[in-house]
T-cell receptor, first 116, second 114 residues
Framework: GAVVSQHPSWVICKSGTSVKIECRSL??????MFWYRQFPKQSLMLMAT?????????EQGVEKDKFLINHASLTLSTLTVTSAHPEDSSFYIC????????????FGNGTRLTVT | AQSVTQPDIHITVSEGASLELRCNYS??????LFWYVQSPGQGLQLLLK??????LVQGIKGFEAEFKRSQSSFNLRKPSVHWSDAAEYFC????????????FGSGTRLSIRP
């Protein structure tokens, strides 16, 4: 149980275009989802906390106008990288918790974004 | 502030040998602790978690971890590693200031020597 599906698994786009990444909880409802960014050989950096029905909470230094997050339902959160640039190329991972505080997170398989 | 530290960046062990990956935490109270594994190009999979009770926690894939309050440690162990265990391992804990945030250690890359 507790499966998180992330799509697409990889995407290549041109500079200036926007890319949407979806994160779905398949067999549970997730009021909160999280978006991480991971650089090669580094740990995960939390970008934002996505709350169903409300605005996302962004970590310091993360541009909310660049990384748009929408959590319109209890099973879907989307991250849109707007006007992408090569420096946005990275591995993006979403996660969700099936219950409250201190519950382990369930992760999607990540999306490899390459901006050319 | 709370933190999770993994002092080893990269470890190589021979297939069939035992493994111990170190994790130290800094918390004011009894922490909740997790170990995750990440295969190349993949998301993270939960190996095990410690909430309370028995300090020796059994996880999936033959892994276990022991919570030692006196040493502020939560080391991951496996008695005999397999080539498929080669991956990145992350120790993690919920954030104290925010109920939703998870703090990850910097990760330990495990390589397996044939």
């Amino acid at each position: 149980g507790a499966v998180v599906s992330q799509h697409p698994s990889w995407v290549i786009c041109k500079s200036g275009t926007s890319v949407k990444i979806e994160c779905r909880s398949l067999d549970f409802q997730a009021t909160t989802m999280f978006w991480y960014r991971q650089f090669p050989k580094q740990s995960l950096m939390l970008m934002a906390t996505s709350n169903e029905g409300s605005k996302a909470t962004y970590e310091q230094g993360v541009e909310k106008d660049k990384f748009l997050i929408n959590h319109a339902s209890l099973t879907l959160s989307t991250l849109t990288v707007t006007s992408a640039h090569p420096e946005d190329s990275s591995f993006y991972i979403c996660s969700a918790s099936s219950s409250g505080y201190n519950s382990p997170l369930h992760f999607g398989n990540g999306t490899r974004l390459t901006v050319t | 502030a709370q933190s999770v530290t993994q002092p080893d960046i990269h470890i190589t062990v021979s297939e069939g040998a035992s493994l111990e990956l170190r994790c130290n935490y800094s918390y004011g109270a009894t922490p909740y602790l997790f170990w995750y594994v990440q295969s190349p190009g993949q998301g993270l999979q939960l190996l095990l978690k410690y909430f309370s009770g028995d300090t020796l926690v059994q996880g999936i894939k033959g892994f276990e971890a022991e919570f030692k309050r006196s040493q502020s440690s939560f080391n991951l162990r496996k008695p005999s590693v397999h080539w498929s265990d080669a991956a990145e391992y992350f120790c993690a804990a919920p954030g104290y200031s925010s109920a939703s945030k998870i703090i990850f250690g910097s990760g330990t890359r495990l390589s397996i020597r044939p």
